[in-house]
């Protein structure tokens, strides 16, 4: 097949830091590419990829960056012949496809806007516009208005290292952006008041330096500590040495690569039960999930019940990379199929 993907402008892909979608795509394109499919890539002009790259001329979100987005895009879609175009982007770039009969797919790693969803679906062409949602918390709300499908977030599996087992004291481990809804500050709570080590890493985004100064930093010592943002080698290393990784998330999280990351490593999660977690997570298994902060410091002391060598196995079976490349490969045949049929 020949497939166009397109990504949005801020970051690189691969990312070398912060990027949860943008390792989708390049995991994507990489299986893609393998199997001997054509793949032309919109995206940030870093990008180092294994596939055609288009670049965008700017890596803005205002108006005129994303006019100048879509022009870029549209003009190559328009000049040759795709079967299917992905969109891991914004939805707003192929409103000049949407009329037309090339199939479309756009793919949600976010809350989806409900408005901007059944617009596109009047603006485009019967049967040629589907949707996938990174878990069944996302492709629930996607439903009731258009043809949707799951289609986890998965990892190169082989780029991670698992420990069948760890050190008694090994710590608990928090790695992800540190702001509220993350749960930075109740992953403290929890490691406090259960006396085990927190290691934190992670980038602290402008808007939420407060937050860190004033309920992340007064807690740091000899038991809690922070390390920054860290790259893959790094966060291997941290993830496979770890007890547990711990999800106290305040907010629907919609899948959160994290997890089988850690997962991928041996080390068991523990969070919250919201969004994608209880779809991650197999209860009992490969990590624990609980509705408050006492029963996730009480799960803490159930983290060596786990069999570390089965959370690798479990993960590999359900989010490496040859699993997702063949689930989304899969309905790229079924849209076609559709928008075949329906043309007849």
Known sequence: ??????????????????????????????????????VTLFAHKDSKVMCKLVPYKTTGNGIKDNISNALI????????????????GR??????????SVPKLMSYQREPTISQIKKAVKLCAKDTLAFTGCSNYITDKLKPFAQA?????????????????VNTGAPLVFLGRIEAIKGTHTAIEIAQKTNRKLIIAGNIPAQEQDYFDTQIK????????YIGAVDDIQKNELLQNASALLMPIHWNEPFGIVMIEAMACGTPVIGFNRGAVPEVIENGITGYYAE???????????????????IREITEERFSAAVIVARYLHIYKQIIRTNENCCL
């Open 149 to 165: 499908y799951t289609v986890y977030n998965g990892i190169d599996i082989s780029k991670y290292h698992a420990s069948a087992t």
């Open 292 to 310: 408050t902060t006492h029963e996730l410091m009480e799960k803490i002391n159930l983290i060596h019940l786990l069999n570390r060598k089965r």
């Open 1 to 38: 097949m020949n497939i166009a993907i397109t990504a949005d402008p801020v970051i690189p892909v691969p990312p070398k830091l912060y990027g949860g979608i943008e390792r989708i795509i390049d995991l994507l394109i990489n299986g893609l590419v393998k199997q001997g499919h054509t």
């Open 91 to 100: 939805l707003g770039y192929l409103l000049p496809q949407m009329p037309l």
């Open 218 to 225: 007064p807690s740091l010592n000899e038991q809690i500590t």
């Open 73 to 88: 895009i549209n003009k190559t879609l328009l000049s040759n012949k795709f079967d299917i175009v992905h969109s891991f």
